[in-house]
């Protein structure tokens, strides 16, 4: 009896390694997901600039003061 108590025990401690080791990669998707929303959420700022052309062709820059 004493060996099935072991082995139920050894079955108990896996068990609850496994439970705290998907906890820890739950929590890593989480913050990987809170990261990809952030990355994205500056790709999308970064297009719209981009869109908006901020930078004037070199026909319409006026030249620096010093020429």
């Known amino acids: 009896?004493?060996?099935l108590e072991e082995r139920?025990?050894?079955i108990e401690m896996a068990l609850a390694n496994q439970e705290r080791v998907v906890d820890d990669l739950n929590q890593v998707v989480?913050?990987?997901g809170k990261v990809i929303d952030l990355l994205?959420?500056?790709n999308q700022y970064?297009?719209?600039r981009l869109?908006?052309?901020t930078v004037k062709p070199?026909?319409?820059e006026t030249p620096p003061p010093h020429y």
């Open 1 to 3: 009896m004493d060996n």
């Open 46 to 48: 970064l297009l719209s």
């Open 40 to 42: 994205q959420k500056q």
């Open 51 to 53: 869109e908006e052309e």
């Open 8 to 10: 139920l025990m050894n």
């Open 58 to 60: 070199l026909s319409e």
């Open 30 to 32: 989480i913050e990987q």
